[in-house]
């Protein structure tokens, strides 16, 4: 098995769209089409202050994600990163696919100077726990949306 780890590219917009449906779905979501396609530009537009978007590929195919994007902070100088989804196909799971997206945006972070990366997950999301608690450390925060 080869794994790459790289940049979303236009021609991706098709597996994009697969992975992230599939992503989606697991959360009990969907999104418009006008989501789909403004998403997908703001990943390759190039501005440092919009998504980026990574993809994994095994033997030359797509089976996994990663959304990341670089923002301000009131308690730090420089920005944060916070990695919004990641998803990996449900048959390369617990290949790495996960955990070397993750480790991807840690460096993609380490190289823009942001200290912190962080993301969120729902409590019944137990597998991808497994491997958030060997790689990241849990926070007492509570979130809340606005009703």
Excluded at 23 to 40: D, G, H, K, P, Q
Excluded at 42 to 67: C, K, N, T, Y
Excluded at 117 to 127: A, I, K, P, R, S
Aim: hydrophobic share 40%; net charge negative; charged share 20%.
């Amino acid at each position: 098995m080869t794994l790459t780890i790289r940049p979303l590219v236009a021609s991706d917009e098709a597996e994009w769209r697969r992975l992230w449906t599939a992503y989606l779905v697991f959360y009990e979501s969907t999104v418009s089409e006008e989501v789909y396609r403004s998403s997908f530009a703001r990943m390759l537009s190039g501005d440092d202050h919009e998504f980026h978007g990574l993809i994994a590929e095994v033997d030359g195919r797509p089976v996994g994600l990663v959304h990341y994007l670089f923002h301000r902070h009131g308690w730090r100088v420089e920005n944060v990163c916070y990695l919004q989804d990641l998803y990996a196909d449900p048959e390369v799971r617990g290949q790495g696919i996960g955990r070397a997206l993750i480790e991807a945006v840690y460096a993609a972070a380490d190289t823009a100077g942001a200290p912190t990366v962080y993301w969120l997950t729902q409590t019944f999301n137990t597998t991808a726990r497994q491997l958030y608690d060997r790689i990241g450390v849990v926070t007492p925060f509570i979130k809340y949306n606005r009703r």
